[in-house]
T-cell receptor
């Protein structure tokens, strides 16, 4: 079974802090994704990556950056956390490099609260 | 652009009732269609998918048929259980473009 793990289930940070959310997948998938989930809005794509050291902006990249130094790990960075970034963050991965029609496998999510 | 519309709910049913959650989409070309389920406190899991018109996806008693003529992918189950209580997301993936998720439909099944 594909396993996608996220470093924290719950996180509380203060406004202005730098926040790192880590995601690791164990199936050698090429593609990795970061979404945020908010009530009534569904999932919105923040960033994705097709390969190591490669990244592309999703629909809502403002206020976020990402890092992919190793194939299995994809990090989401909030350079200066703000209260409007309080949300559930979901990481996902899929195979078939460069083709986004494949099934995405999700981690359990990190619920981030910014005070 | 691509979009997915689904009934937001919440939907409340008694055990063994029939379930339908409507999903319609807007997309050019021939997207793949998915239903994901999110149980309380967990991430999303793939429930079923269909990659071309008239395909039927099925899993765990759930079914959905890809209807290109009505741009729909409605989720159905003949007899729901309490354990089916979750949030259900319809999604599409149009080759070369980003995944698009609907807002999710919360289902509560009462014993």
């Amino acid at each position: 079974d594909v396993k996608v793990t996220q470093s924290s289930r719950y996180l509380v940070k203060r406004t202005g802090e730098k926040v790192f959310l880590e995601c690791v997948q164990d199936m050698d998938h090429e593609n990795m994704f970061w979404y945020r989930q908010d009530p009534g809005l569904g999932l919105r794509l923040i960033y994705f990556s097709y390969d190591v050291k490669m990244k592309e902006k999703g629909d809502i990249p403002e206020g976020y950056s990402v890092s992919r130094e190793k194939k299995e790990r994809f990090s989401l960075i909030l350079e200066s956390a703000s209260t409007n970034q309080t949300s559930m963050y979901l990481c996902a991965s899929s195979s078939l490099a460069g083709v986004r029609t494949d099934t995405q496998y999700f981690g359990p999510g990190t619920r981030l609260t910014v005070l | 652009g691509n979009s997915v519309t689904q009934m937001e709910g919440p939907v409340t049913l008694s055990e063994e009732a029939f379930l339908t959650i409507n999903c319609t989409y807007t997309a050019t070309g021939y997207p793949s269609l998915f239903w994901y389920v999110q149980y309380p406190g967990e991430g999303l899991q793939l429930l079923l998918k269909a990659t071309k018109a008239d395909d039927k996806g099925s899993n765990k008693g759930f079914e959905a048929t890809y209807r290109k003529e009505t741009t729909s992918f409605h989720l159905e189950k003949g007899s729901v259980q309490v354990s089916d209580s979750a949030v259900y997301f319809c999604a599409l993936d149009n080759y070369g473009q980003n995944f698009v998720f609907g807002p999710g439909t919360r289902l509560s099944v009462l014993p």
